[in-house]
């Protein structure tokens, strides 16, 4: 069984996810609105009642990409100065 | 109908309310005159998630004669067949880096405490060992050799100067051997050999065990025996739930078995399933003398021993109940921004200025006020505008200072307008956050276009800006924490990534134990002696909180988003902390909430 169930929803904010949530079940949070919660009875309610929709690792991960290398070609496209502001280009982000 | 007194030859007690609850009301029942119920006061058991280790591992030993305040976690298997020499430290709250094993190991046995510690055997490429070592709290040292080289005891129990082993590989085994502290010495064989997976809980005089693998098909052994300190004799069998590869912790008579998420209980006679825990790994390390004291962390998944764990989980049998500190989602902010400044705590906050995370980019001087669910747009914007601004106070009594480019402009905000103040000796941005009040703060570090970090802080008294004693580490972007007094920093940039923490008492700063993660950038909340380090960005950021009190680091549950430059609750504690600025640029922000411990009575009902 796969450790872990990835989809795509977005954060409403305040009670998106609980303090209890995250007690209950594994949760981080990736660009692209891609969530990834652990893979039990909690996790899987908890993407179903945020109307997230159910994604394989892969397509996640597709999602991820294409949102980081638009972040990277934004910021390639800054300014010297606009980046000697900022943190930092954008890293590449691997699923887990 | 008969009464309650009839019955059982007792009265019930009545009170207009529940009585204020301790544990003399355990077992007891009155009427509760409100609800017009019948009320108890019970032992609840369960689990409870403690922090990761900072390394995941399996294979690990610890110190089973430690407890839930101070374990101590060591060596253990990621890969290597090497071992890991890395010692870890459980303090409640988190772990922290311990010193090194002298030699590398997995499967060892361990005993005693955190301060009083033993490892002993284990396996070291490429064969089992002899090695013995006692921790005294600081660092390893070598002792006298097992009689034999073993690895993966069977049962391992007791403390650094009494400590028992049974059993282990290689083959399944029947030995025992006894530890004085300084040598070992051959005891009463295990009736049924048994070379891994088998753990039992005691002390060297009065041991048990349970199941264990006993080689060959299917290899799994129900046997549990105990030890008297002399020979071991056959008792009832154990549940197949808990057979192989559990931990242990407590005594002979009062003990607990941990393993995957099923946990049984045994009192010197029979075994009773116990609560489950939320992290279903195998080979878990036990920890805790007593069963009020007991623990379970790292392991691996059941099939899978490439997977490794640093999962913490803590058993509770008391009649508080006990809920784990973690992050939840706070209200989305209006403009998406980093480089800010900050003030106010996890529900009073503003945000004051900063740099859009998204196009157009650049400065900005927006203010947003939160209450504790929503944020709203301050009429009045911050007058300074280049973003990497700094910040401390509270929502009604903020400063800001500095930004980009070498900003030297002072602000005090009211909660509703901007006032300018006397500046900054040294214009620069991203110094320390989060120290001090409006009428008394710090601006530590920093950094000076086009490319020098200062050693230099300034002291703000309400007015003016006087320039203070040197930090030790030049850096800019450090998280700040504290009062003008008592104040803490750690990590920011150099331009490598920080970790080095260094403590101020109002006249000097003083280097102390580094944080556990090096990064610039990092949120803060809360003060020199508890204050709670949160994201950042190494390259990329993170994710990862930390706690400090004010000697020692530990780590807490991770923020949801990875975080850096964000505002945080300068005027917030250690449990009750606020962050923004996720990576991925939204407006989202969390929210933190530390550890509660309530104690709730039962309402009895009939059925």
């Given amino acids: ?96 | 109908m008969a009464d309650y007194a009839d019955i059982y030859g007792k009265r019930v007690k009545e009170f207009t309310d529940d009585p204020t609850l301790t544990s003399s009301y355990e077992g007891q029942v009155w009427y509760n005159e409100n609800s017009g119920t019948l009320k108890t006061l019970l032992i609840n058991e369960a689990f409870s998630s403690g922090a990761n280790m900072i390394t995941a591992r399996r294979g690990a030993a610890g110190s089973f004669a430690g407890s839930q305040s101070s374990g101590l976690g060591f060596g253990g298997y990621t890969g290597s067949n090497t071992g890991l020499a890395l010692t870890e430290e459980y303090n409640g709250s988190g772990w922290a880096t311990g010193g090194a094993l002298n030699k590398a190991r997995y499967s060892a046995g361990g005993a005693g405490t955190q301060t009083a510690g033993l490892c002993f055997g284990g396996y070291s490429n490429p064969n089992q060992d002899t090695e013995v070592e006692e921790y005294n709290g600081t660092s390893w040292s070598e002792e006298t050799d097992l009689p034999t080289a073993i690895s993966s005891f069977a049962c391992a129990v007791g403390t650094q100067t009494a400590a028992l082993n049974a059993g282990g590989m290689p083959a399944p085994r029947t030995t025992t051997f006894e530890y004085d502290g300084s040598s070992w010495t051959a005891t009463g064989a295990l009736n049924t050999a048994r070379q891994s997976g088998f753990q039992g809980a005691g002390t060297q005089t009065a041991a048990f065990a349970a199941g264990g693998d006993i080689g060959g098909s299917p290899g799994v052994s129900l046997a549990t025996e105990e030890y008297d300190g002399s020979s071991w004799t056959s008792v009832s069998n154990c549940p197949p739930t808990i057979a192989v590869s559990a931990a242990g912790s407590g005594t002979q008579t009062d003990a607990i078995l941990m393993k995957g998420t099923n946990s049984a209980t045994y009192d010197g006679t029979n075994f009773t399933a116990g609560p489950s825990m939320a992290n279903n790994f195998i080979s878990k390390v036990g920890n805790g003398a007593t069963t009020s004291t007991a623990m379970a962390f790292s392991g691996n998944t059941s099939g899978n021993p490439t997977s490794y764990t640093g999962t913490t989980e803590e058993f509770n049998r008391s009649i508080n109940t006990i809920t784990a500190a973690a992050w939840a989602s706070g209200g989305a902010m209006s403009t998406a921004r980093t480089g800010l400044a900050s003030a106010g705590t996890k529900n009073a906050n503003v945000f004051m200025g900063g740099q859009l995370s998204n196009a157009p980019y650049g400065g900005t001087g927006a203010t947003e006020l939160y209450d504790g669910s929503a944020w709203t747009t301050n009429p009045n914007s911050n007058p300074s505008t280049g973003g990497n601004n700094c910040g401390t106070g509270t929502q009604t009594a903020a400063l800001s200072w500095g930004g980009y480019p070498n900003v030297s402009t002072t602000l005090e905000f009211d909660g509703s307008s901007y006032t300018t103040t006397g500046a900054l000796g040294t214009g620069r941005e991203l110094t320390s956050n989060n120290i001090g009040v409006q009428t008394a703060a710090i601006a530590a570090g920093g950094f000076v276009r086009p490319g020098t970090y200062p050693t230099q802080t300034e002291e703000y008294n309400g007015s003016s800006w006087t320039a203070g004693p040197a930090i030790n580490t030049p850096r800019y972007s450090a998280a700040g924490a504290g009062t003008e007094t008592a104040a803490v920093i750690s990590g920011g940039i150099e331009p490598g990534q920080l970790n080095a923490t260094e403590e101020y008492n109002g006249s000097s700063w003083t280097t102390v134990n580094a944080r556990p993660y090096s990064a610039g950038n990092a949120g803060t909340s809360g003060t020199q002696t508890d204050s709670l380090v949160y994201g950042g960005n190494p390259s990329g950021a993170l994710a990862t909180t930390v706690r400090y009190d004010g000697t020692n680091w530990a780590t807490a549950p991770n923020m949801a988003n990875t975080r850096a430059m964000q505002g945080s609750s300068a005027a917030g504690t250690s449990t009750a902390a606020l962050a923004s600025s996720a990576s991925s640029g939204s407006t989202a922000t969390e929210e933190f909430t530390g550890e509660t411990t309530v104690v709730v009575a039962n309402t009895l009902t009939t059925s």
Avoid: C
Wanted: net charge negative.
């Fill in chain 1, 1 to 96: 069984m796969a450790h872990f169930i990835y989809g795509v929803a977005q954060n409403t904010g305040k009670g998106f996810f609980t303090a209890e949530d995250r007690r209950a079940f594994f949760l981080r949070s990736y660009p692209a609105n891609v969530w990834m919660v652990g893979n039990n009875v909690d996790g899987a309610m908890w993407m179903a009642e945020k109307g997230g929709v159910e994604k394989t690792k892969s397509e996640a991960q597709a999602l991820i990409d294409a949102e980081v290398t638009a972040a990277q070609t934004a910021w390639d496209a800054k300014s010297d100065e606009e980046k000697a502001m900022t943190p930092g280009r954008p890293t590449d982000v691997i699923l887990p």
